[in-house]
């Protein structure tokens, strides 16, 4: 088949970069990250939240996107196209799994978001108090039909981009609407920070109490660096296969990691002295974000717009990271069962609707579904989350390295990611390498049968 010479990619460094980052930031830096934090006691998790994207994060990243420009093919066809052994594809169809998995809760959270710019154009949040913020968050939650529908709707935009094709839309959005939402978080941190008590907030984000590093807190923070910059399932690989023959991958995963991860504290900036000043507990869970922004934003000039804009952002930030998710079992069903784009992206969102409802109705333990568990405590909601998260991404994330460090040459490697030998990186492709080889394999390892059980740390 001729499916190479159709393909497209995107066009130039910038798009690339934005487009990457695109995937990155979502419902992980604005959501998911501050929670975690504050479930797992403050900044120690931090710290190795950071380590993990350096020691792990940036070279399996490197590996998605040699994979894909190597290949210039889908999670599944690339590890055929590359002459692998039939084993490897393995990697492939856990990430289209992956994909499913992550879909089904992030779909339900991304109708909250939405849910949320809804409510804050109707004024819902005048006056919006300690309670009333819980009360509100808890009736978008639990509904039972409302956060359907808004899940519904999220898929809805998120096919229409999909299918009217990813790169030009996409593209444009990420590059206008990245740096919008980057001075938004800088305005939200500005309010944060001159709240009464802020202090403690800030004290809580960035002081190491290395008591609290745990087995469970180390698992946690490296499966939210894979969960944040999108890796071990393909997302990054299928990126790559887009990308550029002139991109220089290795500094892109630099760039892309350390926004990432700027983004991250910015959001950690902006919700924890608010928690601390308005009387909420760090480790609220879930709902963290959508019980301070309100707040954060109440009773200041223009707070009612700048609420508006902060969700609606979040809600593009959301819809941007879906896209790079849905476009894994997309480009494998186009290109390995040759299903049109359009039936492909109706047949995956179609499966993500009816099995995400699961999710949605569990998300709390008062929703419908609430006091259903499915593996030990663990609701869909959460056991959907917890598979992907901490057990499926982080053994794609070390499969993915064994495969680049122990069966890729590491010529061919070199000259891939050297874009021919122009780039002169020749030093950092061997730290980078040695990375892929011993450094993140052994962590991976670590943490992995930890989190199984077979080792306790
Ligand atoms: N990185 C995104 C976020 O932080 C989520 C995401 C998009 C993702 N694509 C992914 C997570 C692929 C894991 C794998 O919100």
Known sequence: ?????????????????????GSAVGLGNIWKFPYLIGTNGGGAFLLVYLLCVVLVGIPIMSCEFYIGRKSRKNAVGAFKKLNASKGWKTIGFMGVASAFLIAFFYSSVAGWV?????????????????????????????????????????LCVVSIILIAGVKNGIERITKTLMPVLFILILICDVRALTLPGASQGLKFLFHVDFTQLTGPVILAALGLAFFKLSLGMGTMLTYGSYFTQSNNMIATSAKVALSDSLISILAGIAIFPAVFSFGLTPSEGPGLLFKTIPLVFSKIPFGSVLLVAFFFLTAIAATTAMISMIEVPVAYFTEEKGIGRKNAVLLTTSIMMVVGILATLSAHPTSVLGNIHILGQRGFFDSFDFISSNILLPIGGLLIAIYVGYFVKKEDFKLELSNQGTLNNDLVLNIIYIFIKFISPCLLIIVFFNSIGIIKL
């Open 114 to 154: 939405y849910s949320y710019v809804f409510k804050a154009i109707k004024g819902d949040f005048a006056g919006v108090t300690l309670v009333t913020a819980n009360t509100k968050f808890m009736s978008t939650l639990v509904g039972p039909l409302s956060p359907i529908v808004w899940q519904f709707i999220v």
């Open 1 to 21: 088949m001729e499916e190479k010479n159709k393909r497209e990619t995107f066009s130039t460094g910038f798009a690339v970069f934005f487009a990457t980052l």
